[in-house]
């Protein structure tokens, strides 16, 4: 069956220390891959995606995503985490072709101590 | 940059009053969607509109919602007779092609 998978619900990172966070997808073909993100009673900001070409991509806040399609995987990292990016991060696809609709993985709520 | 936005933020309603949600979507923007989020759950799909009628629906979309886009710039939910089980926020987005969807900041129902 087709889904989107991240393997951890909860992480706690030190400010200052270096994130990544999983996720996983089983569909057919490559499908668009985006992480957003979600902060306490927000709504979902885009923070990037990957339609084809270089498989690491640049987002914003300092944000990046590698794409394998040996691993179906769409693993999100950032080098030096903030204690603002505290939030919960969802990986989503939307199948090729046209206006598809958004299916999100669970998240995973992100947790910044001091 | 232009948003998406959405009103209100906050509704609390009885169970099987009528609710619309309203939303605004960008501008250029051609392919319209509402998903919803349960409190504690993940995001999901509940309806894509394009030139005027619903392109795609999930099987959470049954005839107590309807979608509409009652002018040019604003794209409706409603739920006809709520439950308890509609509690929950829910999300506009829009896009140009369909690929790239922008949200909207949400509205949070809750029916009593």
């Known amino acids: 069956a087709q889904s989107v998978t991240q393997p951890d619900i909860h992480i706690t990172v030190s400010e200052g220390a270096s994130l990544e966070l999983r996720c996983n997808y089983s569909?057919?073909?490559?499908?668009?891959l985006f992480w957003y993100v979600q902060s306490p009673g927000q709504g979902l900001q885009l923070l990037l995606k990957y339609f084809s070409g270089d498989t690491l991509v640049q987002g914003i806040k300092g944000f990046e995503a590698e794409f394998k399609r040996s691993q179906s995987s769409f693993n999100l990292r950032k080098p030096s985490v903030h204690w603002s990016d505290a939030a919960e991060y969802f990986c989503?696809?939307?199948?090729?072709?046209?206006?598809?609709?958004?299916?999100f993985g669970t998240g995973t709520k992100l947790q910044v101590i001091p | 940059e232009p948003e998406v936005t959405q009103t209100p933020s906050h509704q609390v309603t009885q169970m099987g009053q009528e609710v619309i949600l309203r939303c605004v979507p960008i501008s250029n923007h051609l392919y319209f969607y509402w998903y919803r989020q349960i409190l504690g759950q993940k995001v999901e799909f509940l309806v894509s509109f394009y030139n005027n009628e619903i392109s795609e629906k999930s099987e959470i979309f049954d005839d107590q919602f309807s979608v509409e886009r009652p002018d040019g710039s604003n794209f409706t939910l409603k739920i006809r007779s709520t439950k308890l089980e509609d509690s929950a926020m829910y999300f506009c987005a829009s896009s140009t092609r369909g690929e790239t969807q922008y949200f909207g900041p949400g509205t949070r129902l809750l029916v009593l």
């Open positions: 989503a696809v939307v199948l090729s072709g046209g206006y598809q609709k958004v299916t």
């Open positions: 569909y057919g073909a490559t499908p668009y």
